[in-house]
């Protein structure tokens, strides 16, 4: 199975093929902080199985080892690595897939760092897109 995705706004492509090792849902602060979202949804790959198809990322070293790449035209997160804990394996942030559905994700990791309300969040009142506005 061969999955296409990208960044927001388009300048950066890729395809990746076959299975995903893991999707796990990462409440880690740094996850958090550099996305500016309650967590991150990561399928992880060898670094074989991607392709960047269109543009090139930017590096952002967001800790010793780690390294998150991005679009720095729109600033979309996309991939990281790090090679000392993860040698040859990349991570994909799974919300950036064309079909976002095309790998359910298996478990949440790091909720040592959870926002607590957001063991919570399935259970807030949902709506199909907005409130009902009062008044
Ligand atoms: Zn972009
Ligand atoms: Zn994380």
């Known amino acids: ?49 991607l392709r960047v198809t269109k543009g090139a990322v930017r590096t952002y070293v967001s800790s010793e080892h780690g390294r998150r790449e991005f679009c720095a035209d729109c600033g979309t997160g996309l991939f990281y690595r790090n090679a000392e804990n993860l040698p040859g394996i990349v991570d994909i942030q799974s919300a950036t897939y064309d079909n976002p559905d095309a790998v359910p994700a298996q478990a949440h ?23 009902p506005m009062d008044e």
């Open 109 to 131: 990791i790091q909720v040592a760092d959870r926002i607590r309300w957001m063991a919570d969040a399935h259970t807030l009142p949902a709506f199909e897109r907005f409130p």
């Open 1 to 49: 199975m061969s999955i296409p995705g990208g960044c927001h706004c388009g300048a950066v492509r890729y395809e990746v093929e076959g299975d995903a090792m893991t999707h796990a849902l990462c409440h880690c602060t740094d996850c958090r902080r550099h996305a500016g979202a309650p967590m991150v949804a990561w399928t992880m790959y060898t670094e074989a199985a």
